[in-house]
């Protein structure tokens, strides 16, 4: 399995942008979809954005879409998420998550490897 290992979180207050990055080790991150979901408090860890392995396609929540960009570079091994126009309600942690089949998944169970989080806190 592939291990993941997030950073990039922090303090914000609303309307500014972040970029989270997530280093993978152990195996090559064009051979597995990727993905970030985030886990508000007291709430479930949810789909927020997804790209193929075949870096070919790329999926959002309709919650992020249009604010939240994710993307991949090869050659660092290292999947990003640049969100912007950030709202309180953003405020979670932002989990990595790997998964080795073919089709891009937005569940949760499909994700064999998860990194260990990195809090993002939005203050209005």
């Known amino acids: 399995q592939v291990q993941l290992a997030e950073s990039g979180g922090g303090l914000v207050q609303a309307g500014a942008s972040l970029r989270l990055s997530c280093v993978a080790s152990?195996?090559?991150?064009?051979?597995?979809?990727m993905a970030w979901f985030r886990q508000a408090p007291g709430l479930e860890r949810v789909f927020a954005a997804g790209?193929?392995?075949?870096?070919?396609?790329?999926y959002y929540d309709e919650s992020v879409k249009g604010r939240f960009t994710i993307s991949r570079d090869k050659d660092k091994n290292t999947v990003y998420l640049q969100m912007s126009s950030l709202k309180p309600e953003d405020t979670a942690v932002y989990y990595c998550?790997?998964?080795?089949?073919?089709?891009?998944?937005?569940?949760?169970?499909?994700?064999?490897?998860w990194g260990q989080g990195t809090p993002v806190t939005v203050s209005s």
């Open positions: 998550a790997a998964d080795s089949s073919q089709y891009l998944s937005q569940t949760r169970s499909k994700y064999e490897s």
């Open positions: 152990g195996g090559p991150i064009g051979n597995y979809n």
């Open positions: 790209i193929h392995w075949s870096g070919g396609s790329t």
